[in-house]
């Protein structure tokens, strides 16, 4: 296997050229304050997860760098999207929900003119096939329309006055202030994008932090950035985040920290912020999702639906099936099938067609993975699949471990790659407890066609997790559905509504009914003068 696994890597000659970079992408500037700042100091080197034959040997292959800018950089930044908000009176939060439609309309159609650029770095910085880094980018676009078609749906509902008890009212969403965004590498432009355009156009100010893994492929829209909307507006911060990032909360002037990623930063940065019940958070956080697979079920759908749940785009997904509960009954068979279906995974370069399994982004990843495949052994698992936990360069090959017991990392970590943990269970209650023991609770899949099964799991599970599957697999999508957790895996609701209601607070503006208020009221909203007080009707 790892001579076929080194096989797999190409030469820089066998790479088809319609999918290759025109060049390396050297970024050396960055956005603040509506201006294009030029870097000259010290830079990363972007090195892409796939490798290269050489004659020299196998390497990852070069494809860029970008700045490592320091916190005098980043509080530029932080002061110019405080001076653009300006206690709400900067252009920005000013303008007219309409207005700022606009201007995010404009920005998506510069956006959608880079898809190529956008797509292939996608492609060659975390490793993610080519037909998947296409729907990503796809699937953004489609988001920013159905955000402003909500945006517009909420506007209509606010463009009328309530009278009650003798009181006229007028409640519409406010933003909040400065925005912190900071995505994650495994969908570094689409999770990005659900919390940075609804926090924008919402009129926040936004400072962004690109992902470690993921930096490049935003510098073809710094521009559009740029050109799209007022000038400190969206200011882009690079650099190591543990560098630039505690200053910037040590500050007091975020208003908001969107982030996604592991709960310990989350936790970290809250706490640095001097006025903590001032500070509103979004955060996508860590998960370790199970399935629970009934004697019961379907075996050749829960099969299908762990390894898809398990394994695509390696398992690299918050909402990964990362452990697995089979009732002993039918484990043997379980196993058996998956084993099977497994065998049928396409391994490769992220740019061939129907491929699966691809380079992991993160250097230290395969090694992490085989320490939890270690540990699993050394207490009594095996790794029941052919090739199973073999590695090569950033290649780790699929690993199903059972029996995995409660002494072992897999049981309580999540491994955030191609490892399927499988865990046999006696009593139902068994995987009931894990799931309410666990300090997750983002989502959980069950596979059952006993109705009584079904709806006895139901009953527990909906107040520990925030969604409940029924044969299956865990999933962020529809976008309109609400996407939460509990414990420590989130804090907010992100759907396409729900995200806009979270970066912004409903405002009231009230008068007494009398004759001179009325009168009041109606030449403000007659002649425009207010961008709140308004009845005008999007459409």
């Not at 992902?211 to 650099?239: C, D, M, R, W």
């Amino acid at each position: 296997m790892k001579i076929e696994l080194q096989n797999v890597f190409p030469s820089e000659d066998e790479i088809p050229s319609e999918f290759l970079l025109a060049s390396e992408v050297e970024q050396r500037e960055f956005l603040c304050n509506g201006e294009m700042i030029v870097w000259n100091g010290e830079v990363s080197e972007v090195y892409s997860p796939i490798c290269i034959k050489t004659v020299e040997g196998t390497n990852r292959k070069r494809i860029g760098s970008y700045p490592l800018a320091t916190v005098v950089e980043s509080q530029k930044a932080l002061d110019a999207a405080v001076a653009a908000y300006d206690y709400g009176k900067g252009e920005w939060p000013s303008m007219s929900v309409e207005q700022r439609i606009e201007c995010l309309d404009n920005f998506t159609q510069k956006m959608i003119s880079k898809k190529d650029i956008i797509v292939k770095l996608i492609m060659w910085e975390i490793g993610k096939s080519f037909a998947d880094s296409n729907k990503e980018f796809d699937r953004t676009v489609e988001y920013i329309y159905d955000t402003i078609q909500a945006l517009k749906d909420i506007d209509r509902d606010s463009s009328r006055f309530q009278i009650e008890q003798g009181i006229i009212a007028q409640v519409r969403r406010a933003p909040l202030g400065v925005v912190l965004c900071m995505g994650p590498f495994n969908y570094p432009l689409n999770e990005t994008f659900t919390t940075l355009i609804p926090a924008l156009v919402m009129g926040n100010t936004i400072l962004f932090k690109p992902p470690k893994h993921g930096t490049l492929l935003f510098s073809p829209l710094l521009e559009a950035f740029q050109t799209s909307f007022p000038k400190g507006v969206v200011n882009t911060i690079y650099g190591r985040g543990n560098k630039i990032v505690p200053d910037l909360m040590k500050s007091g002037k975020i208003d908001v920290l969107a982030l996604i990623g592991s709960s310990k930063v989350a936790n970290d940065l809250k706490k640095l912020h001097p006025k903590v019940n001032r500070l509103r958070a979004i955060l996508g956080l860590d998960a370790k999702n199970a399935a629970i697979i009934d004697k019961k079920a379907d075996i050749n759908l829960a099969v299908q639906e762990t390894l898809i749940g398990a394994l695509s785009f390696n398992g690299q997904r918050c909402t990964a099936l990362k452990i697995i509960f089979v009732d002993r009954n039918i484990v043997e068979d379980f196993l058996e099938k998956l084993k099977a279906e497994l065998q049928k995974i396409k391994i490769g370069m992220p740019w061939e067609s129907g491929v699966t399994i691809t380079p992991l982004a993160e250097i230290n990843k395969p090694q992490y993975l085989n320490d939890c495949v270690e540990d699993a052994k050394a207490h009594g698992a095996t790794v029941i699949n052919e090739n199973g936990g073999e590695i090569c360069e950033s290649f780790f090959y699929p690993a199903i471990v059972y029996p995995v017991t409660k002494e072992m990392k897999l049981y309580r970590e999540e491994q955030f790659g191609p490892i399927i943990p499988v865990v046999p269970y006696d009593n139902i209650e068994e995987p009931i407890e894990y799931v309410i023991n666990s300090s997750h609770g983002q989502q959980v899949s069950l596979f059952s066609n006993d109705d009584t099964v079904i709806t006895s799991l139901i009953a527990p599970l909906v107040n520990q997790v925030g969604r409940v599957n029924i044969n299956s697999q865990c999933q962020r999508g529809p976008d309109n559905f609400p996407f939460t957790g509990r414990k420590d895996s989130a804090e907010g609701t992100l759907s396409v509504k729900d995200a806009l209601r979270s970066f912004s607070i409903r405002s009231i503006v009230a008068t007494k009914a009398t004759e001179q208020n009325k009168a009041l009221l109606n030449e403000i909203i007659a002649n425009n003068k207010s961008n709140f007080l308004s009845t005008k009707f999007i459409f």
